[in-house]
């Protein structure tokens, strides 16, 4: 960091200043949005190893188990059933890939998911790390869990976190959710055990904000 001062005319010259720099991620500058109170149950079944979210009648296919558990936790409720119940509805066309947030690795890559349909890959092991992230969080995939996926632009240490990303709050101890440009704040408890079993919320302090 370069620090330039311009004395007013005739101003006598400090033999020294001293100046300070805070540091924080952009996430903990966000506003407050609508915090997380209470996470809905889904209404899970499962036919040949294949789990689906069934909604006004129609099922949504998980691209794999392992998205679906990137989802939900062992406490959802799941209904086994046969083939012939399943070729009763309507199925989408589009699996349900892995949770929004969620870091992935396939090959010498690591991306994160940023929507529903697209995957960012981060520049490098370093940007990783800087960025607060955490190897132990990422989950390896096949081809065909990453082919759902469009990819996205290349995360760099410039890139705001997406969404999905947890934070926690050191001097609150609260733990919030990056969504759409704000800090939703996670109140339910059951839900935010599941998360950051599945993801290091990043460290950051509301001090950080002033």
């Given at each position: 960091?370069?620090?330039?001062l311009?004395?007013?005319?005739d ?24 915090p ?12 040949a ?5 069934v ?29 012939d119940?399943?070729n ?13 947030g969620?870091?992935?690795s396939f090959?010498?890559g690591?991306?994160?998911?940023t929507s ?5 890959p981060?520049?490098?092991?370093e940007?990783?790390?800087?960025l ?8 390896p ?11 996205g632009?290349?995360?760099?240490l ?6 999905g ?6 001097d ?5 959710m990056?969504?759409?440009?704000t800090r939703?704040?996670?109140q ?6 599941f998360l950051?079993?599945?993801?290091t ?5 509301s001090?950080d904000?002033?």
């Amino acid at each position: 960091a370069t620090l330039r001062l311009t004395l007013e005319k005739d101003s006598p010259r400090p033999e020294s200043v001293t100046g300070t720099l805070t540091r924080a991620y952009r996430a903990a500058l966000l506003p407050l949005g609508e915090p997380i109170t209470a996470v809905q149950p889904a209404r899970i079944v499962r036919a040949a190893d294949t789990y689906y979210v069934v909604n006004n009648d129609t099922l949504y296919p998980f691209i794999s188990e392992a998205a679906y558990r990137s989802r939900f936790d062992a406490q959802q409720p799941v209904i086994d059933v046969d083939v012939d119940f399943i070729n009763r509805f309507p199925r989408a066309e589009t699996p349900i890939g892995f949770r929004i947030g969620s870091l992935l690795s396939f090959a010498d890559g690591v991306f994160v998911v940023t929507s529903p349909t697209e995957i960012r890959p981060i520049g490098s092991a370093e940007i990783l790390l800087a960025l607060g992230y955490h190897f132990e969080n990422v989950l390896p995939v096949s081809e065909e869990e990453l082919g759902i996926y469009e990819r996205g632009r290349i995360i760099l240490l410039n890139t705001p976190h997406p969404n999905g990303t947890l934070f926690r709050d050191l001097d609150t101890n609260t733990v919030f959710m990056v969504e759409n440009n704000t800090r939703r704040v996670i109140q339910d408890e059951a839900y935010r055990a599941f998360l950051e079993s599945k993801q290091t919320p990043i460290p950051t302090r509301s001090s950080d904000r002033e």
